[in-house]
T-cell receptor, first 114, second 108 residues
Framework: DTEVTQTPKHLVMGMTNKKSLKCEQH?????MYWYKQKAKKPPELMFV???????INESVPSRFSPECPNSSLLNLHLHALQPEDSALYLC?????????????FGDGTRLSIL | DAKTTQPPSMDCAEGRAANLPCNHS???????VYWYRQIHSQGPQYIIH???NNETNEMASLIITEDRKSSTLILPHATLRDTAVYYC?????????FGKGTMLLVSP
């Protein structure tokens, strides 16, 4: 069982839809992360939130919009996605952003863009 | 973050020790060695990390060479459930950059 919960587990959406991915942790962690993982590739960092503020944006297109409404929740808002955005989206958390802090991952949302 | 080199795949018999190597010759003094694994259809799972000294926990042991340019992750008694992609990552912070990893296949 993972301590980081991601919903939904699967999502199919059209290119004109707006949807959101959700991530929740109750470990008191103050850093949260979004990763994107294409098939047979390693995860790639997208965003880092530290104490509810965006600290790293790895040049992610604006059609991905992260939000951290409180210390336990992390959202990823999706709008006007492209077929190449189909991937596994992973959320992770760690105690804070300073190292060495192991990250705890959820099992991801598998996103398909039609 | 320093780059890592890992073999793309390894095999191990169930019950035997699995020794997964990682080269990180450009590691700097304040960077840690982290190991994660990813079982099919799951998120990555933290295994262990270390700076200079060897480390052991309930999952594995981490052996770091004295010059810190390479390390080995040891799973002492591999089971079928240890079949996964194992990632060796060098980082001075909690931010991780994943390489291609090693696909470990444990067979009966």
């Amino acid at each position: 069982d993972t301590e980081v919960t991601q919903t939904p587990k699967h999502l199919v959406m059209g290119m004109t839809n707006k949807k959101s991915l959700k991530c929740e942790q109750h470990m008191g962690h103050r850093a949260m992360y979004w990763y994107k993982q294409k098939a047979k590739k390693p995860p790639e960092l997208m965003f880092v939130y530290s104490y509810e503020k965006l600290s790293i944006n790895e040049s992610v297109p604006s059609r991905f919009s992260p939000e951290c409404p409180n210390s336990s929740l992390l959202n990823l808002h999706l709008h006007a996605l492209q077929p190449e955005d189909s991937a596994l989206y992973l959320c992770a958390s760690s105690q804070d952003e300073s190292g060495p802090q192991p990250q705890h991952f959820g099992d991801g949302t598998r996103l398909s863009i039609l | 973050d320093a780059k890592t080199t890992q073999p793309p795949s390894m095999d191990c018999a169930e019950g035997r020790a699995a020794n997964l190597p990682c080269n990180h010759s450009t590691i700097s003094g304040n960077e840690y060695v982290y190991w994660y694994r990813q079982i099919h259809s799951q998120g990555p799972q933290y295994i262990i990390h270390g700076l200079k000294n060897n480390e052991t926990n309930e999952m594995a042991s981490l052996i770091i060479t004295e010059d810190r340019k390479s390390s080995t992750l040891i799973l002492p008694h591999a089971t079928l459930r240890d079949t996964a992609v194992y990632y060796c990552i060098i980082s001075g912070y909690s931010t991780l950059t994943f390489g291609k990893g090693t696909m470990l296949l444990v067979s009966p």
